[in-house]
């Protein structure tokens, strides 16, 4: 059973999660960032949020110029699941767990009242902004929140508990009004289709490494070192780019860590999976340990 529970664990800590809300833009010849704004937010006053998400307010201001490639900020969407709560969503895509009555009002709701199972919701965008001379909580809340009241709001957020702002201090502005126009949704389509792409140029680089230190997971098992070759093993599945022959490789390699860890369970799943991805496996008693054949024959049962 430990053991069991030592590579359950090694699996799930090996797992990532989500998606950056916002996307990049190129500037062109003859924009501006009211241009922009209204471009792809509809709203040329929102020129103040690209100022300060590409920090061109610092040093007295930054003019753009073509080819400078700028954040456009968006809100996120993620969808809850069972069991999650406010304070853990927000703990996990905002930073701390003190921030789920932010999160839970940016969708029409209350910290108490768990999301729905499958329901959409919205992540806020964390603006940062470093305060200069003259700022105070107050004229932050309305530049970009429009409300001079959402000062508590910020104040909360960002933990200053009343403290007065001096220069230099980090202010992170939760901005969930974000609502692309029909332009700016296409430019962050566009974005996403860029951003696969180079993920499947990813993809190959990351098989290429695994191709190259495979044999460091067969040598772990020949080796006796089950222990390595599981982390291993495991840290090449949560790639989740693996080819078929690879994914039967590294599967029949666990196999033999599993049964020697005495895990039966996972070396049954091991098993599985290995003649799931290389369809010309078979189970030979004549090759293989009574041990896994045991194992892989609880798997046909």
């Known amino acids: 059973m430990k053991s069991q529970a030592l590579f359950a664990t090694l699996a799930l800590s090996l797992a990532t999660p989500e998606s ?3 996307f990049p833009y190129v500037v062109q010849s003859g924009d501006t960032l009211a241009s922009i704004a209204e471009r792809f937010y509809g709203k040329i006053q929102h020129e103040q949020i690209l100022v300060t998400a590409n920090g061109l307010d610092a040093q007295g201001g930054s003019p753009i110029v073509p080819g400078m490639r700028l954040e456009v900020p968006a809100v996120s969407h993620r969808k809850a699941k069972k069991g999650d709560t406010w304070a853990k969503l927000a703990k996990e895509l905002l930073g701390t767990a003190g921030r789920a009555d932010v999160l839970a009002i940016a969708n029409g709701t209350s910290p108490w009242l768990p999301p729905e199972d499958g329901a959409e919701f919205v992540v806020p965008y964390n603006l940062t902004l470093i305060v200069s001379s003259g700022e105070n909580i107050v004229t932050i809340a309305y530049r970009f929140m429009g409300d001079r009241n959402k000062a508590w709001v910020l104040d909360h957020y960002n933990g200053f508990k009343g403290r007065k702002l001096v220069r230099g201090d980090v202010v992170l502005v939760p901005l969930s009004d974000l609502a692309l126009s029909e332009e700016g949704k296409k430019a962050l389509q566009s974005a996403s289709l860029e951003v696969q792409a180079q993920a499947a140029g990813d993809e190959r680089a990351t098989q290429k490494r695994v191709a190259h230190e495979l044999p ?53 799943a091991a098993c599985a999976s290995w003649l799931q991805h290389d369809k010309s496996a078979s189970v030979d008693p004549i090759w293989m340990s009574p041990k896994l054949v045991s194992a892989c024959a609880r798997g046909t049962k």
Not at 254 to 263: G, I, Q, R, S, V
């Open 20 to 22: 950056a809300n916002a």
């Open 216 to 268: 460091l997971l067969i040598a772990d098992v020949k080796g006796g070192r089950y222990v390595d070759a599981v982390r291993r093993g495991n840290a090449f599945l949560a790639t989740g780019t693996l080819t078929g022959p690879q994914l039967a490789t590294v599967h029949r390699k666990l196999l033999d860590a599993y049964a020697a860890l005495d895990a039966p369970g996972l070396a049954t």
